[in-house]
């Protein structure tokens, strides 16, 4: 069966080349017994290729039964999937058929394996290899011939590097393995999956059909999408309920988006965009850092002056940094400049003490320690270097520009 055929039957939209290349491995290992471990973010659709896996083998006409390893309290998970025996433990009344006995001649669907208990892997790893197991507080052997498809959000390799996971099994399931590509990387589908589903539940709800502004469009594209498939249609059918003006416009679309989220995936496509959104103590840090290397770097001219009797031979260098931090230093009106000039041109090699002349005419004004002082002035000085580019004023600053915007309010700059 072509790939357009098998998305038309289990009803997949999007044509993305990693999509169809997932696709095309499910279609090729369905009709072998081969065990197929699917990896891919949560909602990116991993039990549909499940079914697509199931479907499409000679197991199709038998059972089919998907369980959430996650989701069952490890001191029941065995008797769940292995049964057990009248009596085997405290509550077991009467003897329980596990999902590898009703499932025989089928396909189990083992999601979340990477939350299966180590005791537990050991029994499907013989499951695995031999079809054999043995039912909670029972000696006697049972067969069974399933085929197992599992499935994980995490990176299991690594799960096996820090124990939590068997290597062998790891190997056993990973015969062929499929990966499912996380929405953000089908930029191409993203708007067909979301018109599909607002057409859907527009149909559901019997409201109006709703449109997006080419703004809106955009902004849809470049957000990352950490739920994937499941929270893009989220937000649709709650835009399809919710929305009373049907033409949808980007800051409607930021109002359904997590707060939390919108620092580290929104926009995807500012590449410069800092990655962390730093705090107001990490801003502080960073004054208070910048002080001390001003204060470091004075101490080191005084104490030249002292050793020297004068200025030292290294005196262009201060020069330098002296101008610089008089520079950030905002003098009373009328005031003149605070200047450190050199009276002759430089040469290191026959330099007097009288060569510089320090001219220091300011009244002295004590500066000023509070850290909210020192802040709001940093932010003015980044917007006035940059004209009053944010985007750039926050680079310079070291955070990201939804930090920038809120400092701006807070400081009522």
Same mark, same amino acid.
């Given at each position: 069966?072509?790939?357009?055929?098998?998305?038309?039957?289990?009803?997949?939209?999007?044509?993305?080349?990693?999509?169809?290349?997932?696709?095309?491995?499910?279609?090729?290992?369905?009709?072998?017994?081969?065990?197929?471990?699917?990896?891919?973010?949560?909602?990116?659709?991993?039990?549909?290729?499940?079914?697509?896996?199931?479907?499409?083998?000679?197991?199709?006409?038998?059972?089919?039964?998907?369980?959430?390893?996650?989701?069952?309290?490890?001191?029941?998970?065995?008797?769940?999937?292995?049964?057990?025996?009248?009596?085997?433990?405290?509550?077991?009344?009467?003897?329980?058929?596990?999902?590898?006995?009703?499932?025989?001649?089928?396909?189990?669907?083992?999601?979340?394996?990477?939350?299966?208990? %180590?005791?537990?892997? *050991?029994?499907? +790893?013989? &499951? !695995? @290899?031999?079809?054999?197991? #043995?039912?909670?507080?029972?000696?006697?052997?049972?067969?069974?011939?399933?085929?197992?498809?599992?499935?994980?959000?995490?990176?299991?390799?690594?799960?096996?590097?820090?124990?939590?996971?068997?290597?062998?099994?790891?190997?056993?399931?990973?015969?062929?393995?499929?990966?499912?590509?996380?929405?953000?990387?089908?930029?191409?589908?993203?708007?067909?999956?979301?018109?599909?589903?607002?057409?859907?539940?527009?149909?559901?709800?019997?409201?109006?059909?709703?449109?997006?502004?080419?703004?809106?469009?955009?902004?849809?594209?470049?957000?990352?999408?950490?739920?994937?498939?499941?929270? %893009?249609?989220?937000? *649709?059918?709650? +835009?399809? &309920? !919710? @929305?009373?003006?049907?033409? #949808?416009?980007?800051?409607?679309?930021?109002?359904?988006?997590?707060?939390?989220?919108?620092?580290?995936?929104?926009?995807?496509?500012?590449?410069?965009?800092?990655?962390?959104?730093?705090?107001?103590?990490?801003?502080?840090?960073?004054?208070?850092?910048?002080?001390?290397?001003?204060?470091?770097?004075?101490?080191?001219?005084?104490?030249?002056?002292?050793?020297?009797?004068?200025?030292?031979?290294?005196?262009?260098?201060?020069?330098?940094?002296?101008?610089?931090?008089?520079?950030?230093?905002?003098?009373?009106?009328?005031?003149?400049?605070?200047?450190?000039?050199?009276?002759?041109?430089?040469?290191?090699?026959?330099?007097?003490?009288?060569?510089?002349?320090?001219?220091?005419?300011?009244?002295?004004?004590?500066?000023?320690?509070?850290?909210?002082?020192?802040?709001?002035?940093?932010?003015?000085?980044?917007?006035?270097?940059?004209?009053?580019?944010?985007?750039?004023?926050?680079?310079?600053?070291?955070?990201?520009?939804?930090?920038?915007?809120?400092?701006?309010?807070?400081?009522?700059?």
């Amino acid at each position: 069966m072509e790939v357009q055929e098998i998305k038309q039957r289990f009803g997949i939209i999007g044509s993305s080349p990693l999509l169809n290349r997932a696709i095309n491995i499910a279609n090729q290992v369905a009709p072998t017994d081969i065990s197929v471990l699917i990896t891919g973010e949560s909602g990116s659709g991993k039990e549909v290729f499940s079914h697509i896996i199931h479907q499409m083998s000679p197991r199709k006409h038998g059972p089919f039964i998907a369980v959430n390893c996650g989701a069952i309290p490890e001191g029941t998970i065995d008797s769940e999937l292995f049964g057990h025996e009248k009596g085997a433990y405290t509550g077991a009344v009467g003897e329980r058929k596990g999902y590898f006995e009703t499932v025989n001649g089928g396909t189990i669907f083992l999601d979340e394996i990477a939350e299966m208990p %180590l005791g537990t892997q *050991a029994r499907l +790893l013989r &499951v !695995l @290899e031999s079809g054999q197991y #043995i039912k909670v507080g029972s000696s006697k052997v049972e067969k069974t011939n399933v085929r197992v498809i599992a499935a994980t959000n995490v990176d299991v390799y690594e799960a096996v590097k820090n124990g939590k996971f068997r290597e062998d099994l790891y190997y056993r399931l990973n015969t062929v393995p499929l990966r499912i590509p996380p929405l953000r990387d089908r930029k191409e589908d993203i708007y067909l999956l979301f018109r599909k589903f607002t057409a859907d539940f527009t149909d559901k709800y019997r409201t109006p059909p709703i449109q997006l502004d080419e703004e809106a469009q955009q902004l849809l594209v470049n957000y990352s999408w950490p739920g994937n498939v499941r929270q %893009l249609k989220n937000m *649709a059918e709650q +835009l399809a &309920v !919710l @929305e009373r003006d049907r033409l #949808i416009t980007a800051p409607v679309i930021l109002n359904y988006i997590p707060a939390e989220a919108t620092g580290r995936n929104l926009p995807m496509r500012l590449d410069n965009q800092p990655k962390e959104d730093f705090s107001e103590r990490d801003i502080l840090y960073k004054v208070l850092f910048d002080m001390k290397r001003d204060m470091n770097e004075l101490k080191k001219l005084v104490a030249d002056i002292i050793e020297h009797g004068g200025v030292s031979t290294n005196y262009a260098n201060h020069s330098q940094t002296l101008n610089q931090l008089y520079r950030d230093i905002e003098l009373p009106q009328g005031s003149q400049d605070t200047q450190f000039t050199l009276q002759h041109p430089v040469n290191n090699n026959n330099i007097s003490n009288d060569t510089f002349n320090i001219t220091h005419d300011a009244e002295e004004v004590e500066e000023s320690l509070s850290l909210v002082e020192k802040e709001s002035d940093l932010i003015r000085k980044a917007l006035k270097k940059h004209k009053g580019k944010r985007k750039l004023a926050a680079n310079e600053l070291g955070i990201s520009e939804r930090t920038l915007y809120r400092k701006i309010k807070e400081l009522d700059l």
